[in-house]
């Protein structure tokens, strides 16, 4: 009988020779000591959907400049909605300055607005076309009817800064060098997972 960790690893086959920036096509997952993946869940900067007392919890680490981050953010309401199963968003934007600035902004809606207004603005922000930078992050807040001014007074917070670089050092040490990325229990994927995937990560993680 395969073990579960090859069970998780005949999920998703490794086709990537190298680690991109961001990637279409998740790795096989590896997997990360317990002490460091549950100090990964705990970290200020998590926005959670859903559920938040699940018995599987999905740590998705996205860039709003990542285009596979765009596909896997779409799974969003239908994951969350999976009984027992919690997400946490986590931001890590490590592919540009420009990344970083949106993401600050979207941390701003989220002290400024809350939890409903962050989650509309994150799917508007993935949503909309060209760079986002902090300027389109604004414009997109803009556009949902926030107060452009108190959502950046609140990403200028003394805490917003900090709680992205802690974000960025915590993908760091799970090995985390590519976006979207994934980490379900001890173990993390990097790359594209389709929802499906997502449903056998879980079955499996149960059996």
């Not at 990360?32 to 998705?60: K, M």
């Not at 600035?101 to 949503?127: D, K, M, N, Q, T």
């Not at 930078?133 to 609140?154: H, I, N, Q, T």
Request: charged share 20%.
């Amino acid at each position: 009988m395969p073990t579960r960790r090859a069970a998780l690893a005949g999920l998703l086959a490794t086709s990537l020779p190298g680690t991109p920036a961001f990637s279409q096509e998740a790795t096989a997952p590896h997997r990360i000591p317990s002490e460091l993946a549950e100090h990964a869940r705990t970290r200020p900067a998590l926005v959670p959907v859903g559920d938040v007392g699940g018995d599987v919890i999905f740590v998705e680490f996205f860039d709003y400049n990542c285009p596979w981050c765009r596909a896997s953010a779409g799974h969003l309401d239908a994951l969350a909605a999976m009984p027992g199963v919690s997400v946490l968003l986590a931001s890590y934007p490590i592919l540009s300055d420009a990344s970083q600035e949106a993401a600050a902004i979207a941390l701003g809606v989220l002290a400024h607005a809350g939890p409903e207004a962050y989650r509309a603005f994150h799917a508007a922000l993935f949503s909309a076309r060209g760079l986002k930078d902090g300027a389109r992050a604004l414009a997109v807040a803009e556009e949902a009817g926030l107060d452009v001014d108190a959502v950046g007074r609140a990403a200028a917070l003394p805490g917003i800064a900090p709680a992205l670089e802690d974000m960025i050092g915590v993908g760091r040490r799970l090995g985390l060098d590519a976006t979207p990325a994934t980490l379900v229990g001890p173990w993390a994927w990097e790359g594209y997972i389709d929802l499906a995937t997502k449903r056998r990560i879980v079955a499996d993680l149960r059996a």
